[in-house]
């Protein structure tokens, strides 16, 4: 068994993003700037944005944060996407889910411009993925293809079961395993909670990709040996620790890990991939190589 180690892979790409900026800086050209709009003062988002606040500066991106009030409107929100949008000097925007309820999620996304979206949610760049053109793709997805990419994961050919549907994780998975080339040509069989017989299809997998959000889902009696088993979920909860809590993933990682070829741990195996591969997006737009 190899774990998947997605913190010291991040840190590796961090240090090639950080020497392309350094090239386009000493061309005469200014560094990737990258923005987020947070609403409110959710715990989790706010430590997510303040990590990836944190990631910019390590390799020289600029980041700016747009913060509003739980009670913004609608309006208020477009307007400033509108102005993002404008912004030459404005390479990526992002919108820190989930918004309010009074707010619609998708009116705001739908109104980032498709080339400042680097988080792949518009649905111009989702359309994109599905035929296998140039388009910005989730982090998270992304993350895990270069997981398998720099481990040298064989996917062809391979029967692989994604645990999850959501647009952000599931559905992209899917289909970018799905793509002809390196990292797809798989069979992909798409699971979620109305599917009968999970454990009977998980057994066939010799890739499990786990985002159902529910923690310890995948038990060992569900994998078979020698499985590839990324796991994206992250959850916390309650320990006797001295914050209080503990992270876990939708994998029974201590009795499903003895099983597997290959899987990434929770907390440092996704996570961490799926926040270098926002900046490696937003890199792409100032270089103008999507």
């Not at 988002?45 to 600029?62: F, L, P």
């Not at 404005?90 to 009116?107: N, R, S």
């Not at 899917?174 to 057994?203: F, M, R, W």
């Amino acid at each position: 068994m190899e774990i998947l180690d997605g913190k010291t892979t991040a840190e590796s790409i961090k240090q090639e993003i950080a020497a392309q900026v350094q090239s386009l800086i000493a061309a005469g050209r200014r560094p990737p700037h990258l923005a987020a709009i947070l609403v409110g003062n959710d715990g989790a988002s706010e430590t997510y944005v303040g990590h990836k606040e944190r990631d910019c500066h390590q390799v020289g991106i600029t980041s700016t944060i747009f913060r509003f009030d739980a009670s913004v409107t609608e309006q208020e929100l477009l307007q400033t996407v509108t102005q993002i949008n404008a912004n030459p000097s404005i390479d990526g925007l992002i919108i820190q889910l989930p918004l309010p309820k009074h707010i619609d999620d998708q009116l705001i996304i739908e109104a980032i411009n498709p080339a400042k979206d680097v988080d792949g949610f518009h649905p111009v760049n989702v359309g994109k993925i599905m035929l296998g053109l140039p388009a910005f793709i989730p982090a998270t997805p992304d993350g895990v293809i270069e997981l398998l990419k720099r481990y040298n994961i064989q996917t062809k050919g391979k029967h692989c079961v994604v645990l999850g549907r959501s647009n952000i994780v599931g559905r992209p998975m899917a289909n970018l395993l799905l793509h002809k080339g390196p990292q797809g040509d798989c069979t992909v069989t798409v699971c979620h909670s109305y599917t009968p017989n999970i454990k009977e299809i998980c057994l066939e997998a010799d890739i499990i990709i786990a985002a159902l959000g529910v923690p310890r889902f995948l038990k060992a009696d569900m994998v078979k040996e020698g499985a590839v088993v990324i796991d994206v979920g992250i959850t916390r909860l309650p320990a006797d620790t001295k914050s209080g809590f503990c992270l876990v993933g939708d994998v029974d990682f201590e009795h499903v890990a003895p099983k597997c070829s290959y899987i990434t741990p929770v907390p440092g195996g996704v996570g961490p991939m799926t926040r270098v591969l926002l900046l490696k997006n937003t890199l792409r737009v100032a270089q103008n190589t999507l």
